[in-house]
């Protein structure tokens, strides 16, 4: 027990953050993800709607703080709209709703006059993209009748990335990643998302999508990819608003934002990886 205690506190120290509660939230979070898919899939679509507009409360926010106007009401509206034009149309429906809402928005910010404009449709656009967007490649995850299965997948492949680099980058990690984005991220924890997710993506695709071992090697690598690059993208984001997190709504975590990361680059490529060897096959 004591080695545990130990084990704890040295993560706590070199990471910064609470081990145990950071836990507690991701495995409330895959609990609630769990119960929404096996339940009924519309609900599973609004928790990751829920999702996107808390961390549009967030990124709002951070802009904000800088001296960047974006319309709050505008964005809650069009991340609505995107979530349920991909639920209803597929990524058809996520596309076109997409390409209707960014000049919609763009009219919008015309009456706040020309002086910021270009930062404001800037920061507006990317908000759009980064979060209903891409989050709505979540809800294409979950719609399709095997949506349980191929959701569930995702999670452990994520969970594997996320989990085990944290662990073994803050126990052993040595080596700077990349040190002027994200400092306390190594090689060493890139090395255990590796061997971790590629396993996981062995096991995840063998017993639950029921498909060949090295399907599940190759998108456990490629998941190692976006969720490390999704990670770096809003890191770099938080040093340039000059944030430690973007919020405080999950202990251990900080925001939303700050859970969603990989995620966000993670679901279009799994999405398309799906779809290419469901087209193949």
């Known amino acids: 027990m004591s080695d545990i205690h130990s084990i ?3 993560i706590n120290k070199r990471a910064g953050r609470k081990l145990l509660p950071s836990i507690a ?6 609990a609630l993800i769990w119960f929404a898919l096996a339940y009924h899939r519309e609900i599973f679509a609004t928790v ?11 990124i709002v926010r951070a802009f904000s703080a800088r001296g960047i106007y974006l319309s709050l009401r505008a964005l809650i509206i069009a991340s609505i709209a995107l979530s349920y034009a991909a639920w209803i149309g597929g990524v058809g429906g996520l596309a076109i709703a997409t390409a209707i809402a960014i000049p919609v928005l763009l009219i919008g910010l015309l009456r706040k006059g020309p002086e910021g404009f270009v930062a404001s449709a800037t920061a507006t656009t990317f908000s759009l993209l980064y979060l209903p967007f891409l989050g709505g490649f979540l809800i294409l995850l ?4 095997n949506g349980f299965e191929r959701v569930m997948t995702f999670v452990i492949l994520v969970s594997c990335n996320d989990t085990f680099g944290y662990i073994l980058g803050t126990l052993f990690g040595k080596h700077p990643l990349v ?4 400092p306390k991220k190594s090689w060493e924890g890139l090395v255990g998302s590796f061997v971790f997710t590629v396993t996981g993506g062995v096991l995840a695709f063998t017993l639950i999508m029921e498909m060949a071992w090295w399907i599940g090697a190759i998108a456990g690598l490629m998941i190692v990819f976006t969720a490390t690059c999704g990670d770096l993208i809003e890191s770099a984001m938080k040093r340039d608003l000059e944030l430690k997190d973007m919020g405080t709504l999950l202990p251990g975590h900080g925001g939303m934002l700050d859970r969603l990361d990989s995620v966000l680059i993670s679901a279009p490529a799994l999405w398309l990886a799906l779809e290419l060897v469901k087209n193949w096959t």
Do not use: F, W
Not at 25 to 30: G, K, Y
């Open 8 to 10: 704890n506190e040295a």
């Open 25 to 30: 939230v991701s495995l409330s979070l895959i």
């Open 48 to 58: 990751v709607t829920v999702a996107v507009l808390l961390g549009i409360r967030e």
């Open 142 to 145: 979950g719609r399709t009748s």
């Open 179 to 182: 040190p002027k984005i994200s």
